[in-house]
């Protein structure tokens, strides 16, 4: 998670020298000048076919989960983070902007593979009890890689026309440590003996991941479970969409997932220099608050660690998505009277951090892990898969689209995201239930229970409506 983090933020601090760089090689090879529309057009593919090759990775994370296992498919998956690292790093070597191109698509694929299989891998070898702080520990790597990123590509260090396809180049380090580090790491208990039958190695891969020999407790309840879903067979995604009994927890999983990305958090992090720009700041203080925003991040996602298993993943994204949706009107009415007031400048700062903050503490890390928790083990693979294409979806159009929201809504652009944000809170609130401590086989209980009161409902009220034309005939 920690190359998602970095690859997301990488490409925003050395744009002007890349641009450089694509007009050098336009000219290179054509002998003339490049058009600056057809320099921004290759600077915008070369930014946004990261998402695109995202939402590939993410659309095939449940096939590859299934197919080699949680741990044998982040494995391979490192070959695409060499491989894309590769492409970025010699690009300028040979002068080729399609290799840039092709670099950010392939990277853009290995992060979108690790976003379904790592949380997936995860939820299923954590102990109950900390099966919460441990998916935060998804967004702390996320957090972790933004920060690096925005501070490595600092202009004295490497994001310069010199050093800058080494700064992209970096994301090698992550794959190859993985590739040394995963292989001592035991496959998942529950992928062993739920979708294998193979008891005597998920008993092992137990013992090394609670460090006892008393693993009974956890058989137990992975056979539970087994009992409980042997009906459910491993689904595909359409399969997925077409079951009723399951709709309610792919569309809150579909939901969690929209409420990260439509919050209005993207928008800060890929503009947030320009932001504060026009909220009064000089561009070098811009580029530091920026950096404090990266920062802000990383500290509350810490925070957060222990509170999710404490206070619970649906309480923490109501108290997130409120307290976004406050600062998020801050943010408004800061950028509208700061001609009128100096000090609404500051205002402006605090309001961001503080949006920043409730971000990471509930919607930055919850829709990850919940998603996860949701499903059984036979349509857990397609889920992840789907929740997965849906945010980097949602990704793609808030990088794409939020430019020419700026133009059109000026000081008024974070309204949009403070009505998405009230309607987010009000679905959590009424639809999304708490997950804390619960085993997966309560969690999915919890749904068949609501499916088979709405099924009651239906028989009583059709009772009913025969009833009545009875009694009118």
């Not at 529309?37 to 989960?65: E, H, P, R, T």
């Not at 539970?224 to 009906?231: F, K, N, Q, V």
């Not at 809504?409 to 009230?422: D, G, I, W």
């Amino acid at each position: 998670m920690f190359q998602f983090g970095y690859n997301t933020a990488v490409i925003n601090a050395p744009q002007s020298v890349i641009e450089n760089f694509i007009g050098d090689c336009w000219k290179i090879r054509y002998h003339e000048n490049i058009d600056n529309s057809k320099q921004d057009l290759i600077w915008s593919i070369a930014v946004s076919i990261f998402a695109i090759g995202g939402m590939i990775g993410g659309f095939c994370g449940g096939s590859v989960g299934n197919k080699f296992g949680r741990k044998k498919g982040l494995l391979l998956n490192n070959l695409l983070g060499v491989g894309g690292a590769c492409l970025m790093a010699f690009c300028k070597m040979v002068n080729s902007f399609e290799m840039l191109i092709l670099g950010r698509l392939v990277i853009g694929i290995n992060c979108g593979l690790n976003t379904s299989l790592v949380p997936m891998y995860i939820s299923e070898i954590a102990p109950l009890n900390l099966r919460g702080g441990l998916g935060t520990v998804n967004q702390l790597a996320v957090t972790i890689g933004i920060l690096l990123s925005q501070v490595l590509g600092i202009e004295h260090l490497l994001g310069n026309q010199n050093a800058w396809p080494l700064l992209l180049g970096l994301s090698v380090v992550p794959a190859v440590m993985q590739m040394v580090l995963l292989p001592v790491c035991p496959e998942s208990p529950r992928f062993l003996l739920m979708s294998h039958q193979m008891e005597d190695d998920a008993r092992r891969a137990l013992r090394r991941l609670r460090a006892s020999p008393h693993v009974e407790e956890d058989i137990d309840e992975m056979r539970a479970e087994e009992a409980a879903s042997r009906t459910e067979v491993h689904m595909n995604m359409f399969q997925l969409v077409r079951n009723s009994s399951l709709r309610m927890p792919l569309t809150i999983g579909v939901v969690m997932h929209l409420s990260q990305q439509l919050s209005g958090i993207n928008a800060v992090l890929y503009y947030s220099t320009s932001l504060f720009t026009s909220a009064g700041l000089a561009e070098w203080q811009s580029k530091y608050a920026t950096l404090g925003v990266g920062a802000v991040m990383v500290v509350m996602t810490l925070v957060s660690i222990p509170l999710m298993d404490r206070a619970g993943r649906r309480t923490l994204h109501l108290y997130g998505l409120g307290g976004m949706f406050i600062f998020s009107i801050f943010i408004t009415i800061s950028l509208l009277i700061k001609e009128m007031l100096s000090w609404m400048t500051y205002i402006s700062v605090f309001s961001t951090l503080c949006f920043v903050i409730f971000f990471s503490v509930g919607p930055g890390s919850i829709p990850w892990m919940i998603t996860a928790e949701l499903f059984s083990q036979g349509p857990r693979p397609a889920a992840m898969s789907i929740a997965v294409l849906i945010n980097w979806l949602s990704n793609f159009l808030i990088g794409i689209g939020f430019p020419k929201m700026l133009d059109t809504f000026q000081n008024y652009t974070f309204l949009p995201f403070s009505v998405l944000l009230a309607c987010f809170w009000i679905f959590t609130y009424y639809k999304v239930p708490e997950t804390k401590n619960k085993t997966f086989e309560e969690i999915s209980a919890l749904f068949h229970h609501r499916v088979d009161r709405d099924k009651e409902k239906d028989l009583e009220t059709n009772g009913t409506n025969e009833n009545r034309e009875e009694v009118h005939l």
